[in-house]
């Protein structure tokens, strides 16, 4: 029925329904409803507003106390470099069994609540302390002609279901200006495990690239088969093509990507923000001793916090629909627990890993990790004041 020819006294509705019993609210409701046409909510909401009840809460109850689980939530969040709250979802049950040595103990009820929490809570939950703030830097990639000819173009032909194929990509820690001297980071990420190594280096010689490289093949725990680059010239270079080729008993495939289609390294592209613009930012690191220190950082603390404890997600599928992409993921593990499940890991490595992660905090390893920057921030500062003076 039109309201146009409504016969209602709302007013009188509205204090008859407030003062009745629940089950007779009901059947006002259902009588109005029944007579009249109007939706129910409608009718509350009139209600309400005649009788001055404006500030009456719409939905359910809530089921969790906010600001009882906000302060340990947002703890492990920040803790855990502000992850998104799928992968926060999959690292709580990782982070919280050390969260009482560090923050003091958790009420039994307030970690049964975080462990049941879904992502969509916890994005509700943290939405007052979200930070949000977005950077760009510049990119130092310089072409290499010299070798393009003998390095492949990658294609789908390896077999990324095993771990050992690796992207490699380089950081400039230049500040606002790619001219002179500085820091680069070089980040190596498995395909199949989304285990990740970086190393600094001064400039980008090859010799130093060659070098870094050396030392992140040492510290993983599954054999390099493949290494696929861009187009820079500090991959494209022969030292890194004999290192490959003839330094070894067993050669490495040595790929590129197509020059100019940053999705051929897509993985590696992705670990370059949350690996490293997350821990340096943007500053301008030009003094060669900082070298040594981040090296420390990254191949200690670093790399024990990301592959241990922080989760990652993997493309499962990704199909077109018109002119839009549908892309589902696999639930969020981190590299040190996909490369235990991994058959083709040796058996005497997943051991010394497993020992080795039962002596890990992650509480612990990011409060040495926010002591070593302060160090290496330290000789930021130093040269930007420096700068400044002249």
């Known amino acids: 029925m039109s309201h146009k020819h409504e016969k209602v006294d709302f007013d009188i509705m509205a204090h008859r329904y407030h003062s009745s019993s629940k089950a007779d609210k009901g ?16 009718l509350l909401q009139r209600f309400n507003y005649l009788t001055g009840r404006k500030d009456i809460r719409k939905g359910r109850k809530p089921r969790y106390d906010s600001k009882l689980l906000l302060e340990s939530l947002g703890d492990i969040w920040l803790a855990s470099n502000q992850m ?22 958790l009420p039994e009820e307030t970690k049964i609540q975080l462990l049941s929490l879904s992502a969509a ?13 977005k ?14 000819t003998q390095i492949p173009i990658k294609t789908d032909h390896w077999d990324v279901n095993k771990p050992g ?16 001297n500085y820091v680069w980071s070089i980040t190596l990420t498995d395909i199949d495990t989304c285990w990740t190594e970086i190393r600094a280096t001064w400039n980008k010689g090859a010799e130093g690239v060659v070098k870094q490289i050396k030392n992140i093949e040492k510290s993983l725990p599954f054999e390099l088969l493949g290494f696929d680059c861009d ?23 040595f790929t590129r990507s197509r020059p100019y ?5 897509a993985h590696v592209e992705q670990k370059n923000w949350t690996h490293v613009r997350h821990l340096f930012g943007y500053d301008r690191f030009d003094n060669s001793a900082v070298v040594e220190l981040m090296n420390d950082l ?16 993997k493309l499962i599928k990704k199909i077109k629909i018109n002119s839009r992409y549908q892309r589902k993921y696999s639930l969020p593990k981190t590299p040190y627990q996909r490369v235990i499940e991994s058959p083709y890991v040796k058996k005497e490595v997943k051991i010394a890993l497993i020992k080795l992660h039962n002596t890990l905090n992650p509480f612990e390893l990011k409060q040495r990790i926010e002591e070593k920057l302060r160090q290496i921030f330290k000789y930021a500062t130093i040269n930007e004041n420096a700068r400044t003076k002249i």
Request: net charge positive.
């Open 261 to 265: 289609r940053k999705n051929d390294n």
């Open 298 to 313: 990254y191949s200690n603390e670093w790399s024990l916090y990301q592959n241990h404890f922080i989760p990652t997600m």
């Open 231 to 253: 187009n820079g010239s500090e991959f494209l270079n022969h030292h890194l093509l004999r290192y490959f080729a003839e330094d070894r008993t067993k050669p490495v495939q």
């Open 165 to 180: 194929f690796m992207e490699a990509d380089t950081v400039a820690h230049c500040g606002d200006s790619i001219s002179g």
């Open 84 to 105: 998104c709250s799928k992968k926060l979802k999959m690292a709580i049950p990782l982070w919280l069994p050390f969260y009482s040595n560090r923050h003091g103990l």
């Open 121 to 133: 809570t916890i994005d509700r939950l943290l939405k007052p302390i979200r930070a949000k703030h």
């Open 27 to 42: 059947k006002i409701l259902t009588e109005l409803s029944d007579l009249y046409g109007y939706n129910r909510k409608y």
């Open 135 to 148: 950077k760009h830097g510049l990119s130092g990639t310089r072409p290499g002609y010299l070798l393009k």
